[in-house]
């Protein structure tokens, strides 16, 4: 079993910055992958940012050049989110996924961008 509680979502004007994280607990040796998705009301989840054991990462179009995933050797997630758009507005849900691909959830942090 993996743990995950994020922290740092909050109410930000456009144009402003956030820092989300997440710290893993548990079985954090078993989790290969780890990700942030989010869902925008009435809208479908959606894969914002991954990153691989390995460090490779992988983003969303619409987040290029403004958000950046990390991962420190802790199996602590963090999303630094610049340029934040009212688009962006959604509850930001972190991911881990495990060696045998099960996947695990956190509870969500809500982000809102007032224009």
């Known amino acids: 079993q993996v743990q995950l509680v994020e922290s740092g979502g909050g109410l930000v004007q456009a144009g402003g910055s956030l820092r989300l994280s997440c710290a893993a607990s548990?079985?954090?040796?078993?989790?290969?992958?780890m990700a942030w998705y989010r869902q925008a009301p009435g809208k479908q989840r959606e894969l914002v940012a991954t990153?691989?054991?390995?460090?490779?990462t992988n983003y969303v179009d619409s987040v290029k050049g403004r958000f950046t995933i990390s991962r420190d050797a802790k199996n602590t997630v963090s999303l630094q989110m610049n340029s934040l758009k009212p688009e962006d507005t959604a509850v930001y849900y972190c991911?881990?996924?495990?060696?045998?691909?099960?996947?695990?959830w956190g509870q969500g942090t809500q982000v809102t961008v007032s224009s």
């Open positions: 991911n881990a996924l495990t060696l045998r691909s099960l996947p695990y």
């Open positions: 990153i691989t054991s390995g460090g490779s």
């Open positions: 548990g079985n954090i040796f078993s989790i290969n992958a």
